[in-house]
């Protein structure tokens, strides 16, 4: 389970918030979209959550264990998909997934497994003996994807994963997404793809100008601001409707 808690956040040279009082609470076993505009503050929240930046105020939880309190047993409780994955470019692929087992204590023989299933799944097993600074964004997407899967993580936290993965792997990405949620664990992903996030979402929330907007489900969604619309056409309506009262 993930709890965010009053979280605010200010860049330097900046005066206005990032994010602005934010609190969320993510349940086990659920898929939670998060969604925004460009620069809504998305990425800062998972930055928080997953202990890259510190909060101007506010707390931030992975499974009761407080980030800033004791961060290394938190971010044991997170597998993380960063939206930008420059990864280490001098490693070969299988030298940087073993990077991530030994920094999660994977041992050996889960690790094979895990790195069979995942690279196979996503359609790198072939190149994990190349050097990462040769592979294409999608490529690099894969693995760390599959790199964040190795220690079964039970919060699973996905910043704009679609973004670079083809057809087969969006898929497979979905597939994974939902079986984990199924199986208990927690899965919080922010994107910008409305048609991905109302097919794959259990909850979901709306973010703008660092803002919450919008929690719940799409039916609540729906129920609040109009039966017959699409994700889309909500989405697009409640971030209109705050930017014209701003």
């Known amino acids: 389970m993930i709890e965010l808690k009053g979280i605010s956040k200010t860049y330097a040279k900046s ?7 934010l609190s969320l609470t993510i349940e086990d076993g659920e898929i939670f979209g998060f969604l925004g505009p460009n620069g809504a503050g998305k990425t800062t929240t998972i930055k928080v959550l997953t202990g890259v930046l510190r909060p101007d105020s506010g707390r931030a939880s992975v499974d009761g264990v407080d980030i800033a309190v004791d961060p290394l047993e938190a971010k044991r409780r997170i597998g993380y998909v960063t939206d930008n994955p420059e990864l ?32 196979g799944l996503f359609g790198i097993r072939d190149a994990l003996g190349g050097s990462i600074g040769s592979f294409s964004h999608g490529m690099k997407q894969k693995l760390i994807v599959t790199a964040s899967l190795l220690p079964d993580p039970p919060n699973w936290v996905l910043d704009e994963p679609m973004v670079g993965l ?45 803002r919450i907007v919008f929690v719940g489900t799409l039916a609540e969604l ?25």
Do not use: W
């Open 15 to 21: 005066a206005v918030k990032a994010v602005d009082d």
């Open 222 to 246: 729906k129920s609040s601001h109009g039966a017959d619309g699409s994700l889309e056409s909500l989405f697009l309506e409640l971030v209109d409707d705050q930017g014209e009262g701003a």
């Open 166 to 210: 083809d057809p087969k792997a969006a898929f497979a990405l979905k597939e994974v997404m939902r079986a984990r949620a199924s199986a208990g664990k927690t899965v919080f992903f922010s994107t910008h793809v409305m048609e991905v996030a109302e097919r794959l979402c259990d909850r979901l929330a709306i973010i703008n100008k660092g």
């Open 88 to 119: 280490f470019a001098r490693l070969k692929a299988a030298e940087y997934l073993n990077f991530v087992g030994d920094v999660y204590g994977v041992d050996s023989e889960t690790r094979r497994a895990r790195v069979a299933e995942y690279a």
